[in-house]
C-alpha cells in the first residue's frame, strides 16, 4: 500500500511538472535589419562565416532570417532568434562571448544601415491552428494595430478564427508582442508557396461552416472595432544568412 502510494504521488506530481512546463511561454526575437545598397552580397558572405563559426542549428545562438516584400519594414531583413524559449529559459540564457560580439561588430555591422526595429514575440496557441514548431520557406503575415484596450467580445472572436482556419485548409500561427504597441499578428504559413495564395481560399465561407450562416459578417464587425490598422508582409525564408 505504502509503495502504491509513492507511486500515485510521483505521477501526480510528474503531472504537475508537466503541466507546468507547458504552460509555459514560447517566445522568439524579432530584429529589423537594412542594408546597406550594394552590400546584400557581402553581408550574406560574412554572416555565412560567421554563423558557421558561432550560430549553427540547434545552438543557443541559432537563427533563421527572412526577406521583406511590403510595408514599413519593405526590402529589409528579418532576423528571427531565441526561438521557443521560454521567459524562464531567458532568465537562465548565458551572455553571448565577446569573441562572438566582436567578430559581429568587425564582420557584419559594416555592411548594415540600421537595425529599423525588434520585437520579443509570444506565440499563442488559443490563437493559432499551427504548431509553434512547423517551419515554412514563405510566410504571409498579417499584423493589426490594435486599440489601446479591446474587451472580451474582441478576444472571443479572435479564439474562434482558428477553427474557421482549419475549415479552410489555412494554417495560422498567432503571435502578440511583449514590447512596443499593442499588436496582433498572425503568420499564414505556405507548405505549397505562394501559389496558396492563387486558391482563393474565403475565409467567410469556412467561418460560416463552423459557426453558422451570418456568423462572419457579424464577428468582423466586432474584430474590425479593435483594429487601427493593418499590414501585410510577404516572407521568404533566406537560406544563405541562416543558420546551418
Known sequence: KQLHMKKMLFLALSYCLVMAASGQEKTLNLAYWKVKLGQRNLLYKAMAEHNAKYRPAGGEYALVAFNIVGGEHHGEIAILSNLGKSFTDRDKSTPMPEAMLDDAYKTIMPYLEAITGGDVLVYKADYSNSPFSDRTEKILST???????????????????????????????????????????????????????????????????????????????VFRSGVEKKETIMMTLNKEISSK
Do not use: C
Not at 479591446?150 to 482558428?162: C, I, R, S, T
Not at 499578428?185 to 481560399?201: A, H, Q, T, V, Y
Not at 475565409?203 to 462572419?216: F, I, N, P, Q
Open 143 to 221: 499584423v493589426y494595430h490594435l486599440k489601446y484596450s479591446n474587451g472580451n467580445e474582441f478576444w472571443d472572436v479572435v479564439k474562434k478564427l482558428p477553427k474557421a482556419w482549419t475549415q479552410a485548409k489555412m494554417t495560422v500561427a498567432g503571435y502578440v508582442p511583449t514590447t512596443g504597441t499593442s499588436r496582433l499578428i498572425f503568420s499564414r504559413r505556405m507548405p505549397n508557396g505562394w501559389s496558396e495564395l492563387d486558391e482563393n481560399k474565403k475565409l467567410s465561407e469556412a467561418y460560416d461552416a463552423v459557426y453558422g450562416k451570418g456568423a462572419y459578417e457579424k464577428d468582423v464587425q
